[in-house]
């Protein structure tokens, strides 16, 4: 049990475009989803935290204009990088965590994102 | 906000030797410590955790120790094996809030 799967694997953008990411938790009900972006050899920064049915809270550096998040249903959230940039290029990966479950996240395969 | 420390950054050790990662934490009221390998291009995985009720917790090669007082807690690897090389992470959290990342330790474990 506890299955997070992301889409897409990998996606390369022009600069400009925007791109989004699903983060979905398929055999449980996740009521908190967290995305993280990874860049070579660092850690894991969190950026976002979302609950579902309520707005995204935001880490502080995080411009939730460009980032935006949305926490639909209790099996989906997105990601959408908007006028994505070079800078922007990086390995996303969510996290989902469901109700009763304190502590346990469970991570996704994650996205890399390359923007041209 | 809660702020965890890791050390060392890079570790080379020889097959069948331990590997110790050492990291602090700052939030005295964090009470779960995961600790995960991720390989690259890969999502971490959750390798073993330890609960502020526990002082130390085994599995197999395995083994985290948690010091509630100085706020420090280690993963032990024993015997090591070339499929350990990987990079670690350790985490602290506090019930339902977020999940906090030492900046991680590259394991070599050199033939």
């Known amino acids: 049990g506890a299955v997070v799967s992301q889409h897409p694997s990998w996606v390369i953008c022009k600069s400009g475009t925007s791109v989004k990411i699903e983060c979905r938790s398929l055999?449980?009900?996740?009521?908190?989803m967290f995305w993280y972006r990874q860049f070579p050899k660092q850690s894991l920064m969190l950026m976002a935290t979302?609950?579902?049915?309520?707005?995204?809270?935001?880490e502080q550096g995080v411009e939730k204009d460009k980032f935006l998040i949305n926490h639909a249903s209790l099996t989906l959230s997105t990601l959408t990088v908007t006028s994505a940039h070079p800078e922007d290029s990086s390995f996303y990966i969510c996290s989902a965590r469901g109700s009763g479950r304190a502590n346990e996240q469970f991570f996704g395969p994650g996205t890399r994102l390359t923007v041209l | 906000g809660e702020n965890v420390e890791q050390h060392p950054s890079t570790l080379s050790v020889q097959e069948g030797d331990s590997a110790v990662i050492k990291c602090t934490y700052s939030?005295?009221?964090?009470?779960?410590f995961p600790w995960y390998k991720q390989e690259l291009g890969k999502r971490p995985q959750l390798i073993i955790d330890?609960?502020?009720?526990?002082g130390e917790k085994k599995d197999q090669r395995i083994a985290v120790t948690l010091n509630k007082t100085a706020k420090h807690f280690s993963l032990h690897i024993t015997e090591t094996q070339p499929e350990d090389s990987a990079v670690y992470f350790c985490?602290?959290?506090?019930?339902?809030?977020?999940?906090?990342f030492g900046k991680g330790t590259r394991l070599h474990i050199l033939p």
């Open positions: 939030d005295s009221a964090s009470n779960y």
């Open positions: 330890i609960r502020s009720n526990v």
């Open positions: 979302s609950n579902e049915g309520s707005k995204a809270t935001y």
């Open positions: 055999d449980f009900q996740a009521t908190t």
């Open positions: 985490a602290a959290t506090l019930g339902y809030d977020k999940i906090i």
